[in-house]
């Protein structure tokens, strides 16, 4: 499985980046107000860092719209993943834009129903966000198993990205699903590395390590 950072900070993506563990990122609207750069220079910065995807949401909800920007910001660089809502506009856009050997992302998408709509419109990639549907009382990762079954049993070739993740144990819970990808903010993916025996046996491994004579 695939894991991408969902943010737009840089400090945060060099660092994560530095792991060796980073194949991608997300962006939003939310997370690039908070950098107080421009959508275009904050992905294009970010594409300097990351070799993988990395997808950038268009603000437009009609179709003239979300063709425009799509294809502004296709051109930034070659790794941009245009973002697209769940919406009939959004289809409609993602086909077209498809077409144009565009890569896309269609996100906000809740149900499996809207996933098979996406995968057939072709997009790249389509995000459950798992975390929004836990909040209204249904299961995200419940989502996530079914639309990997259906993906498998029609061979569709659009990838399922988890989105919203707040804890941990989901991005066990996405890799046991079979999800191609988890996109994990920054503190999910420090506590990722986390655990307290880990802590514990290598204070145990430092303190007899000075123990060991020297000659």
Same mark, same amino acid.
């Given at each position: 499985?695939k894991?991408?950072?969902d ?9 994560? +980046?530095?792991?060796? &563990?980073l /194949?991608?990122i997300?962006t939003?609207? =939310?997370?690039? #107000?908070?950098?107080?750069? #421009?959508?275009?220079? =904050?992905i294009?910065?970010?594409?300097k860092?990351?070799k993988?995807? &990395?997808?950038?949401?268009v603000?437009?909800?009609d179709? $003239? ?5 799509? !294809? %502004?910001y ?6 941009v ?11 409609? %856009? ?6 144009e050997k ?9 149900s499996?129903?809207q996933a098979i709509?996406?995968?057939? $419109?072709g ?6 966000? *798992?975390g929004?549907? /836990?909040? +209204?009382g249904?299961?995200g990762m419940t ?7 259906i ?8 990838? &399922?990205?988890?989105a919203s993740? !707040?804890e941990?144990r ?7 699903a079979?999800? /191609?990808?988890a996109? &994990? ?8 590395i $986390?655990h307290?025996?880990? /802590?514990i046996?290598l204070?145990k491994f430092i303190?007899? #390590?000075k123990? *060991?004579?020297?000659k």
């Open positions: 499985m894991l991408f950072l943010t737009a900070n840089i400090n945060e993506i060099r660092e994560i +980046a530095s792991w060796g &563990v /194949d991608g997300t939003n609207p =939310s997370l690039l #107000s908070k950098e107080g750069i #421009s959508l275009e220079k =904050s294009k910065e970010i594409c860092l990351v993988g995807p &990395v997808s950038a949401e603000i437009s909800t179709l $003239a719209g979300m063709l425009k920007e799509g !294809r %502004a296709s051109k930034w660089a070659k790794n993943v245009i973002k697209i809502p769940m919406t009939i506009e959004g289809l409609k %856009a993602v086909k077209i834009l498809t077409k565009i890569l896309t992302n269609v996100t906000l998408c809740f499996a129903n709509l996406a995968a057939k $419109a997009a790249s990639y389509v995000s459950p966000f *798992i929004r549907l /836990d909040d +209204a249904e299961s989502l996530v198993e079914e639309i990997v079954q993906f498998e049993n029609y061979c569709f070739m659009t990838e &399922v990205l988890v993740i !707040r941990p989901q991005v066990t819970e996405a890799a046991i079979g999800a /191609d990808i996109t &994990v903010p920054f503190a999910i993916f420090q506590k990722l $986390a307290q025996l880990t /802590d046996g204070k303190e007899d #390590s123990k *060991i004579p020297k």
